[in-house]
């Protein structure tokens, strides 16, 4: 077997997030710290040359004040041994200096710290302070570099007779400026430690909040993300803690119909009021809520975050509310065709009976009454309601009416005709009306469903009277809301859409929907909708004809029965 090859040590930039920032921080952090000690060394150095030269310049300017130095430069030669040495030897060690030269107009000294220099030219121009002017500045000269200060010297009658210069030794200052580095790098130091230390904390938030991961993992994440929110067949809606939108999905944009324009909007500013805000927001609360929006019927779910946030989902099923009516209506044909059934055979054998007893006479007069019936019901129907869609919709509620022993009426004043611009649409809010008015009046004494149908110019006015128990005025509202319902809901689908969607449908045309208390009690649900109805055309429109009973095989409702 071959050995296993050693590991090579790789250096590079760590993988995880959390080295990744606190290496970061602490590159940022020790950079800051040498940038700010260069930024402050480099201002001292100018400083300390600064204070030299002035205190040289002071120097100078107390030398040249001595009331008896100037005469004693006029009267005295230059020599080691003169006034003029030993007062500027006073000077110079009192003050700490490294020099104090005195000389006369021509540049040659009467005193310097070296006694062989007396009597010889200074070795920098001294033209400057000769000429009345004060001098401070870096040189170097016959005792090296040193910080400078240069001032006339007057005599009592205020004539320049010399100048006096004042020297401090340049390395004291640099000495200062050495002394003071590391105190300013213990205190970079410390500052340093203080920035690594907050480093590290805050990159160890960091890390719990990423989970440790890497960036390359966030990344992935974040793609992964996006293509799972516009991919999926659910609208997906992020809110902050202030209740703003902070994120939708392509799905969400179409269920609410809004647009990139509503991030950053308050939920009521984007969606406007209504029950579909306030599941959003949290203000109606439970599971599988169901809103609708626009012609929508959606299922909302709310889920908060740990930020004070939340996460809704929505689940268009306008589809499967559909189908689940269909199914309702699919299932009242099935029991009033069985009912029919059952009643078509006892008709058999009620003619059988009468044909085996040798009655042809009543036979025939029994046969002709049922077919009567069936064919007076649509005819009925039709005389009044000339709209097809309409026509065949009542006929077929009246069977199913007739089966749960309820009498569906048309009204007297009733008279519309076949200029719907929407007939769907209305099909759709009669049917539920009827629906829920043969629900109310089911089981209750001399049931009966009245349906009222009318044109008022443009204007369609639709008017559904039962004998039920009628609505509580504290209801009244309530019924048009989304989810709201006292019916127990089939296994199949949820209630409370029927009445919203009615309302929604009326509103859409500009119209209105309500309800109050029938005459003689139960309940009054009103529907107007304006701009309904094409123009008329120039055909004279039939007359009214009076009140009419849809009747079904099995049930004879006459006018002593209303």
């Known amino acids: 077997m071959s050995p296993t090859p ?28 040498v940038l700010a000690t260069g930024l402050f060394l480099a201002p001292l150095s100018e400083q300390l040359d600064d204070q030299a030269m002035r205190r040289a310049l ?12 100037a005469e004693e430069l006029k009267s005295t030669p230059a020599s080691a041994d003169g006034p003029v040495q030993a007062e ?25 710290t070296n006694p062989a220099e007396i009597g010889g030219h200074v070795s920098t121009d001294p033209r400057s302070a000769l000429s009345g002017r004060e001098v401070m500045e870096i040189d170097s000269g016959t005792l090296g570099r040193s910080a400078r200060g240069k001032v006339p010297l007057r005599d009592t009658d205020g004539r320049i007779v010399g100048a006096v210069s004042v020297g401090i030794e340049y390395d004291s200052v640099r000495a200062r400026l050495i002394h003071a580095i590391p105190g300013l790098f213990a205190y970079a130091g410390g500052a340093l430690a203080v920035g690594a230390l907050a480093a590290y904390l805050i990159s160890r938030r960091v890390q719990r909040q990423t989970r440790d991961l890497a960036f390359s993992d966030i990344a992935g994440l974040l793609a992964e993300r996006e293509a799972m929110l516009h991919g999926i067949r659910e609208g997906v809606v992020a809110l902050d803690r202030e209740g703003r939108i902070r994120l939708l999905n392509d799905e969400a944009r179409r269920l609410l119909g809004i647009g990139d324009e509503a991030v950053g909007q308050p939920l009521d500013t984007a969606l406007g009021e209504g029950r579909t805000t306030d599941v959003l927001a949290g203000t109606v609360t439970g599971t599988d809520l169901l809103t609708v929006r626009g012609q929508r019927v959606l299922v909302a779910n ?102 749960r022993g309820v009498a569906l009426w048309i009204s007297d004043s009733t008279l519309f005709p076949d200029r719907l611009i929407d007939p769907r649409g209305l099909v759709t809010i009669v049917g539920n009306l009827v629906d829920n008015a043969l629900d109310a009046a089911a089981g209750t004494l001399h049931a009966r469903v009245e349906v009222e149908l009318r044109a008022e110019g443009r ?51 500009g119209g209105s929907a309500r309800v109050s208390e029938a005459d003689g009690g139960g309940a009054e649900f009103t529907i107007v909708l304006p701009e ?31």
């Open 88 to 112: 500027a030897e006073r000077i110079r060690k009192a003050s700490g200096a490294e020099y104090v030269v005195v000389m006369n107009v021509d540049g040659t000294r009467w005193s310097h």
């Open 302 to 403: 709310r889920m908060p975050t740990d930020d004070g946030g939340a996460v809704a989902t929505l689940r268009d099923r306008t589809e499967l509310e559909q189908l689940g009516r269909e199914l309702d209506s699919t299932r009242g044909l099935i029991d009033a065709l069985r009912a029919q059934d059952h009643e078509h055979a006892n008709r058999m054998h009620t003619l059988l009976g009468l044909l085996e007893l040798e009655m042809y006479d009543d036979a025939v007069e029994f046969v002709g009454e049922v077919v009567g019936d069936h064919r007076a019901t649509a005819e009925q129907v039709t005389e009044k309601i000339h709209d097809p869609l309409l026509a065949a919709l009542l006929v077929g509620k009246a069977t199913v009416a007739a089966e």
């Open 459 to 509: 204007t369609a006015v639709l008017r559904v009277r039962d004998t039920g128990p009628g609505i509580p005025a504290e209801q009244r509202e309530l019924i048009f809301t989304d989810g709201w319902s006292t019916k127990k809901p089939p296994a199949h689908r949820k209630r409370g859409i029927g009445l919203s969607l009615v309302r929604r449908l009326a509103e859409r045309q």
């Open 6 to 33: 050693p590991r090579r040590l790789r250096l590079g930039m760590p993988k995880r997030m959390f080295s990744q920032v606190l290496l970061m921080q602490v590159a940022i952090a020790a950079g800051v710290a």
């Open 532 to 562: 309904a109805l094409a123009e008329p055309g120039l055909a004279p429109e039939p007359a009214p004809a009076p009140g009419l009973v849809l009747k079904s095989a099995a049930t004879t409702v006459n006018e002593e029965s209303r």
């Open 58 to 69: 002071a120097i100078a300017q107390t030398t040249a004040a001595q009331p008896r130095l």
